[in-house]
């Protein structure tokens, strides 16, 4: 069993439509969370990053972690064409980050 | 891009010959890694650098040197390419300051084929 599970999609909404991405874990010792975005053959870019549990706001972007569940979410709203992506999760216990493998999002006009 | 180039940026070998690849940084951070993405696998870390001439051994290190003789440079080898190797590599920085360490800053990435 890996030790970030996200489901690779794809997944496809219309444009305005709210979407949720989702990642979980078992190693409980990950405090470090974050979210990148990659678009089609680019490098991946940091999209937001948490530290414990809570919420994040940015913008249209919301990350939410969830540590008694071993569960992160990233939700965007008002979603739109230009956030067609690969979106993967990111965690970390304080050193080496290890990767959910991404989810490929395709937001229709 | 955060500063950061990769070169090549395509590369096209033979089964068995060494390939050296090259991160280069602006930005003076001190932590350097090297990534190879591939579907169903994600990001994976094949070395990474905490200093210069300071290096260490990722989840995915066989068949695979690097080397960082400056701060910002950081090579990475095959030292001789077999098909499993085709992929896409990305390099990484991070900066240990602030409580911001775990934040990494990707390169564009090489796509490299091995025949």
């Known amino acids: 069993q890996k030790e970030v599970e996200q489901d690779p999609g794809p997944l496809s909404v219309p444009e305005g439509a709210i979407v949720s991405l989702n990642c979980t874990y078992s190693?409980?010792?990950?405090?470090?969370f974050m979210w990148y975005r990659q678009y089609s053959r680019k490098g991946p870019e940091l999209l937001m990053y948490t530290y414990s549990s809570g919420n994040k706001e940015d913008g249209r972007f919301t990350a939410q972690v969830d540590k008694s569940s071993k569960y992160i979410s990233l939700f965007i709203r008002d979603s739109q064409p230009s956030d067609s992506a690969t979106y993967l999760c990111?965690?970390?216990?304080?050193?080496?980050?290890?990767f959910g493998q991404g989810t490929e999002l395709s937001v229709k006009p | 891009d955060a500063g950061i180039t990769q070169s090549p940026r395509h590369k096209v070998t033979e089964t068995g010959t060494p390939v050296t690849l090259r991160c280069h940084q602006t930005?003076?951070?001190?932590?350097m890694y090297w990534y190879r993405q591939d579907p169903g696998h994600g990001l994976r870390l094949i070395h990474y650098s905490y200093g210069v001439k300071d290096t260490d051994k990722g989840e995915v290190s066989d068949g695979y040197s690097v080397s960082r003789s400056k701060t910002e440079d950081f090579l990475l080898t095959l030292e001789s390419a077999t098909s499993s190797q085709t992929s896409v590599y990305f390099c990484a920085i991070s900066e240990s300051t602030d409580g911001r360490a775990y934040e990494q800053y990707f390169g564009p990435g090489t796509r490299l084929t091995v025949t």
């Open positions: 190693n409980s010792a990950f405090q470090y």
């Open positions: 930005e003076n951070h001190r932590y």
């Open positions: 990111a965690m970390t216990p304080g050193g080496k980050l290890i």
